[in-house]
Nanobody, 128 residues
Framework: QVQLVESGGGLVQAGGSLRLSCAAS????????MAWFRQAPGKEPEFVAAVSWSGGSIIYADSVKGRFTISRDNAKNTMALQMNDLKPEDTAVYYC?????????????????????WGQGTQVTVSS
């Protein structure tokens, strides 16, 4: 079993920055892909960013490319999402997820169905 806990959400003005963190426990996730998704009220969950087990392959949604940076620290079993130049449309609950069954994937997945373990989410609200 893997437990994921997100932190770092909050209220920020447009143009501001936030840094989200995801801490994994129960099992090391260093060999597995990790990702961030988000869900705004009344909308379907949306892929944000994913990182391969080694950090060597990173994928971003077009909507956040150039503004968000995903990273991971395998020694600490953590992942982060640095969010800069935030926009009101970034308002959502952000979830971290991991795919703990496919070891050493060279390319991380970008769809919900590829991730089996999820955190409880952290709210990000961007005011205009």
């Amino acid at each position: 079993q893997v437990q994921l806990v997100e932190s770092g959400g909050g209220l920020v003005q447009a143009g501001g920055s936030l840094r989200l963190s995801c801490a994994a426990s129960g099992r090391a996730v260093s060999n597995y892909a990790m990702a961030w998704f988000r869900q705004a009220p009344g909308k379907e969950p949306e892929f944000v960013a994913a990182v391969s087990w080694s950090g060597g392959s990173i994928i971003y949604a077009d909507s956040v490319k150039g503004r968000f940076t995903i990273s991971r620290d395998n020694a600490k079993n953590t992942m982060a999402l640095q969010m800069n130049d935030l926009k009101p449309e970034d308002t959502a609950v952000y979830y971290c997820a991991t795919d703990p069954w496919r070891e050493h994937l060279s390319t991380p997945g970008t769809t919900k169905s590829e991730y089996d373990y999820w955190g409880q989410g952290t709210q990000v609200t961007v005011s205009s």
